[in-house]
């Protein structure tokens, strides 16, 4: 127990011990901790709107007026011809130009149907149409309006969104953020702490020692947990103290949970460093699994929106069931027997990933 | 100094950059298969278009009525509906993550819909935890009760067409899939991952290992040095250029509309400016661990979140929009979306060129200046 003790001092006192690695420790959570929650949104606004006019009656000017007005739209761009329109959507100056053909106001005007041609970049397609959805909205709007007989609208469907009830961004990704952060943080610290002493010999020096193969798990396993846990508990105090969300659930639970998805975690990167023989290959190879990761993990898309196969696969990534745990414990208060479905799949990979580890450590260094 | 000693001594440090490239797994790793992976996985993994939701549905009123009602819930294409028994059966299922949102049909379903001065008769319930989600089903459940309500006037005969009809046309991507631009997006990151992570590992290695010393007791120069790092790994970054618009082209059938000169112009000009930052990093931390966690934190880090290829630089704050133009990734992003979808329009890539050429000289420069201090 001692050995162990002395091990993981050693281990902490390595990633403390000069400036810079000091700032490496700190410096990138609170960058990342910025840059995801305050860029990392799908909202849509602050977009231009350039609008073509070959009409100029009053019905084309009435909903011109409404569209301007619009949150999502804070600029307005007024186009003249054709070629204006063009160099608008290929040199990105608008999200989309809405054209108004010859004859709108008039065919208004008797009533006969008549379309408004929206043109949108494709090359941000996605945000096109959330701005085409406000657009639309806009439009049906002001028919209700200009219709006879139309009556003040009633609002027919009470929506609630539970958990996030002004559907914050900040809410979904400071817990996946939770998640992330700590997956970085362990996958590098037990991976490249031991290539690194492989690579500079000390690591035969630990083998010469009474300390066994398992001792040395453990001890590079403990310093990458409390790495890991110190960061995450960072975002957390963050998420409710500067971005105001309540937490809702058990602390206890949570960072049970999060004990159980480091160990899946340290699987991993223990399962890295046995085969990698330099800290370049460790890195790059802690990078190609936390890409697909981060990716996969149903942070940047949901993973329902995946094909079933890639979901069947997916099931092997800890990220993707540990940010529903935080979620489930953060926003939604959840229990331990709702939880159950995302925690045995952690344990199933730990079991895994650390028998294989120890199993290679043992083989490569008998 | 002759030059033709120093094309010798050139030559040989490339050479041997070159087979260390080629003797270690990992790069080739780095640089061949991980780039198809991601391509494949922004392919297929990262969907940002609707596909069908699954809801619940309670039904406190079975009248003819309601049953229409869920009958045109039942009838989109974009949700799937489950029936529940009641609300707290599909709670439980909404907390576990099973179902997205639910619909309530209340027991005076029939009668408040009648009324002149309806209320709200209808309850929907969302699970905020996935904003994006969340949004589509509010929207796909409007639509539907839009729907039904206009089958409800058409059944009486009062219906009429809307006069005014929207048009849309997402111009160079007309079926607006998001995969056509997220996969030349996303071919950023990899050259990133190349120029910036592996180039930094390399070079903070040569310090690291005490061969930096020996290089530079040598008669080799800055320049020398700095060229015999850039040549093999800007080889390397753009033969994985190939592979990857090889893998987008034939593969996953993304158009590419532009001229390959500017693809191999602008490539070219952003490799420089990720091999800037990686040497320059390298040279600063002279440690493989901190140069690979500054090169995440510098390189990656701000191509995934902050180039606009996922998230709309539009959208965020004032601040970060300032700093968004301060990233080649920004720019080498523009320039692929535009090459691959909207061809080859100089007035958006000559900018956008410009930026990165500006960016390779910084970095660069600084990368030899630091190194020149360390000499001293």
Known sequence: MNRIAALIRKELQALWRDRQGRILLIVPVVMQLVVFSFAATLEVKNNTLAVLNLDGGRSSVELIQRLAVAKAFTRVLFLHNEADLRSAIEQQTALLVVRFGSDFSRQIAVRTPVSIQVILDGRRSNSGQVALGYVRQIVSDWQKGTSPGASAAVEPIVVRHWFNPNLDYVRHIIPSLVAIITAISTLIVTSLSVAREREQGTFDQLLVSPLTPEMIMIGKTVPAMIVACLQGTVIMTAGVLVFGIPFAGSLVLLYGCMLLYILALAGFGLLISSIATTQQQAFLGVFSFIMPGVLLSGFPAPVENMPLWLQYLDWFNPLRHFIVVVKGVFLKSSGLDLLSSSLWPLLVIALITLTAAGWLFRRKHA | ?376
Not at chain 2, 141 to 168: D, F, K, T
Not at chain 2, 214 to 235: D, N
Not at chain 2, 320 to 338: C, E, G, K, N, S
Request: glycine letters at 6%; hydrophobic letters at 50%.
């Open chain 2, 1 to 376: 100094m002759n030059s033709r000693g120093r094309l010798r001594r050139v030559r040989a440090l490339t050479h041997k950059e070159m087979l260390q490239i080629l003797r270690d797994p990992s790069s080739q790793l780095i640089a061949f298969v991980l780039p198809v992976i991601l391509l494949f996985i922004f392919g297929f993994g990262i969907n940002l278009d609707t596909s069908r939701v699954r809801v619940g549905l309670v039904m406190e009123d079975t009248s003819p009525e309601a049953r229409l009602f869920a009958a045109s819930l039942f009838g989109s294409p974009y949700l799937e509906v489950r029936a529940s028994l009641n609300k707290t059966e599909v709670s439980q299922e909404l907390a576990a993550g099973r179902v997205r949102g639910f619909v309530v049909i209340p027991v005076d379903f029939s009668q408040q819909i009648k009324s002149p001065q309806a209320v709200s008769p209808l309850l929907l319930v969302t699970d905020g935890a996935e904003p994006n989600t969340a949004n589509f089903v509010e929207s796909y459940v409007r639509n539907a009760w839009e729907h039904w309500q206009h089958q409800r006037l058409v059944s009486r005969g009062a219906a009429s067409e809307p006069l005014v009809r929207l048009e849309p046309r997402f111009w160079y991507n007309p079926s607006a899939d998001s995969r056509n631009y997220l996969i030349p997006g996303s071919i950023t990151i990899i050259m990133t991952v190349i120029g910036a992570l592996l180039t930094s590992l390399v070079v903070a290695r040569e310090w690291e290992r005490g061969t930096m010393e020996a290089l530079l007791a040598s008669p080799v120069t800055r320049a020398e040095f700095l060229l015999s790092k850039l040549i093999p790994y800007y080889v390397l970054g753009m033969l994985s250029l190939l592979i990857c618009i090889l893998t987008a082209v034939f593969l996953l059938g993304i158009p590419f509309r532009g001229s390959v000169m500017a693809l191999f112009l602008a490539g070219t000009l952003f490799m420089g400016s990720s091999l800037g930052l990686g040497l320059l990093l390298s040279t600063v931390t002279r440690n493989q661990f901190n140069a690979a966690m500054a090169a995440l934190n510098a390189g990656f880090l701000p191509a995934l979140i902050l180039s606009g290829f996922i998230y709309e630089i539009r959208s965020m704050p004032v601040v970060i929009r300032a700093i968004t133009q301060l990233i080649p990734a920004r720019y080498f992003v523009t320039v692929m979306q535009t090459l691959f979808q909207a061809g080859t329009v100089w007035s958006v890539l000559l900018p956008a060129m410009l930026f990165m050429t500006f960016a390779a000289v910084f970095f660069l420069g600084l990368t030899a200046l630091k190194t020149r201090r360390r000499l001293a």
